[in-house]
């Protein structure tokens, strides 16, 4: 079913910057609730006797249950709309959060699924809605600033987090936020009867054609290229995100307090660099040479993340946590709408489902692997290191498609005088 275009949104519509600041502010709320336990996992991991290093695996059962819920969160949008299935999203994100405040690992692993499955279906659903109020010459800057919210969430994480952790303990932390995510969602009711105007209560939930997508991004060799760099990138952001303050706790001697902040600067940059890259990519680069650019700006800081040490001079580090951030978090905006280029006619809903399942894919195999490897090297430092790895791949990758789009243009001759 095609997307509606701002063209024939009906005249009752709500405004484009009333949708925009509703789904922003939802996509911040779900993504600080995904990273509140990643940012409090020293202080967990102590109370609870375990390693630090198993937050991987709670972001990898995480983002396994937001894949499942991707692949549903459009026809659930269209079959109740966007911004119910968004406040049910912060609802799931909410008692997850409560499961978590349990001293059982069980209880936990449970509501890692449970947040999952409620910031799975955020991405449609949010989507959605900014397609049917955006007007076509204002959708890169709308877009651009609705992705701006994963960042700001990880952002208000690392800031406020830690110093209510060592204000009120982690359960109660954990707590908090789980009603912070209730009452998010009992906010968005009274927006209900006017952005929830076009569902469809009687769209089948059609199971059978989850898969399209991933089929056609397949079948399509530009689409796949661009899948497997999602792949690869977003296994570099969620370690970054996910270990940046066990790293700079455990390896640099820093407080929670002070590596929740570095985390926050790298999260600042992020919101950032979605917009800014974007507008470089619209200006000046285009978008391939943009992604190439990000990529080469990824492996530099990842090795230079791995090389801060305690006595590293406090601007340096922040110089640091703005390039990790800027080009490990900032790469969503510009893969986004080189996606939606090459996407076939009218498939543009499709193509980007259908890459997101292996955006989601490098999150759920990139925690556990960088755990796995900084449990094995006995250092955080050689995970991170690690990280330009699958940089440096996305970059050949990236630079491989782009000589071959090279030779595959027409050459222009001109004749001589």
């Known amino acids: 079913m095609a997307e509606p275009t701002a063209s024939a949104q009906p005249a009752?519509?709500?405004?484009?910057?009333?949708?925009?600041?509703?789904?922003?502010?939802?996509?911040?709320?779900?993504?600080?609730?995904?990273?509140t336990l990643p940012v409090m996992a020293p202080e967990v991991a102590k109370a609870l006797g375990v390693s630090p290093a198993l937050v991987?695996?709670?972001?990898?059962?995480?983002?396994?249950?937001?894949?499942?819920?991707?692949?549903?969160?459009?026809?659930?949008?269209?079959?109740?709309?966007?911004?119910?299935v968004s406040q049910?999203?912060?609802?799931?994100?909410?008692?997850?959060?409560?499961?978590?405040?349990?001293?059982?690992?069980?209880?936990?692993?449970?509501?890692?699924?449970?947040?999952?499955?409620?910031?799975?279906?955020?991405?449609p659903a949010s989507s959605h809605l900014l397609a049917l109020t955006t007007p076509a010459h204002r959708m890169s800057l709308v877009f651009s600033i609705k992705q701006t919210g994963v960042p700001a969430g990880g952002m208000l994480a690392g800031a406020l987090i830690p110093g209510a952790l060592l204000?009120?303990?982690?359960?109660?932390?954990?707590?908090?936020?789980?009603?912070?995510?209730?009452?998010?969602?009992?906010l968005a009711q009274p927006l209900r009867a006017s952005l929830d105007a076009d569902r469809q209560p009687g769209q089948?939930?059609?199971?059978?054609?989850?898969?399209?997508?991933?089929?056609?991004?397949?079948?399509?060799?530009?689409?796949?290229?661009?899948?497997?760099?999602?792949?690869?990138?977003?296994?570099?952001?969620?370690?970054?995100?996910?270990?940046?303050?066990?790293?700079?706790?455990?390896?640099?001697?820093?407080?929670l307090v002070a590596a929740g902040a570095a985390l926050s600067v790298s999260q600042l940059a992020g919101v950032v660099g979605r917009i800014a890259w974007g507008d470089v990519a619209d200006r000046w680069l285009g978008a391939r040479s943009t992604l190439i650019a990000l990529s080469a700006c990824m492996v530099a800081g990842c090795l230079l993340t791995a090389m801060l040490q305690p006595d590293t001079p406090r601007w340096w580090l922040w110089v640091v946590m703005a390039l990790v951030g800027a080009s490990g978090i900032g790469w969503n905006g510009v893969y986004l709408a080189e996606v939606a280029r090459q996407a076939p006619s009218g498939q543009t809903s499709a193509a980007t489902g259908g890459t997101l399942l292996f955006t989601f894919m490098g999150v759920v195999f990139g925690a556990p692997a960088f755990g796995?490897?900084?449990?094995?090297?006995?250092?955080?430092?050689?995970?991170?290191?690690?990280?330009?790895?699958?940089?440096?791949?996305?970059?050949?990758?990236?630079?491989?498609?782009a000589r071959r789009a090279a030779r595959s243009a027409p050459t222009v001759t001109t004749s001589q005088p």
Not at 177 to 186: E, I, K, P, S, T
Not at 229 to 251: I, P, R
């Open 88 to 123: 049910m999203g912060l609802v799931c994100c909410g008692f997850g959060l409560a499961l978590c405040a349990s001293s059982s690992l069980p209880a936990i692993v449970l509501g890692a699924l449970v947040i999952g499955m409620g910031y799975g279906p955020i991405t």
């Open 204 to 255: 089948a939930l059609a199971l059978g054609a989850l898969l399209r997508p991933v089929r056609m991004v397949l079948r399509h060799k530009g689409l796949a290229a661009l899948a497997l760099c999602s792949f690869l990138f977003s296994a570099v952001q969620v370690s970054l995100t996910t270990y940046l303050v066990t790293f700079l706790n455990d390896s640099l001697a820093m407080s």
């Open 372 to 401: 796995a490897l900084s449990s094995a090297a006995g250092s955080y430092r050689v995970g991170f290191a690690a990280l330009a790895v699958p940089a440096a791949v996305a970059l050949g990758v990236l630079l491989w498609r």
């Open 12 to 35: 009752a519509a709500p405004g484009v910057w009333l949708s925009l600041a509703v789904t922003t502010a939802i996509q911040v709320m779900t993504s600080m609730a995904l990273l």
């Open 167 to 186: 204000l009120v303990g982690w359960q109660a932390t954990l707590l908090a936020m789980a009603v912070v995510c209730m009452l998010w969602a009992a």
């Open 56 to 84: 991987g695996g709670y972001v990898a059962v995480a983002y396994i249950a937001a894949m499942i819920g991707s692949l549903v969160g459009g026809t659930l949008v269209r079959r109740m709309g966007a911004i119910r």
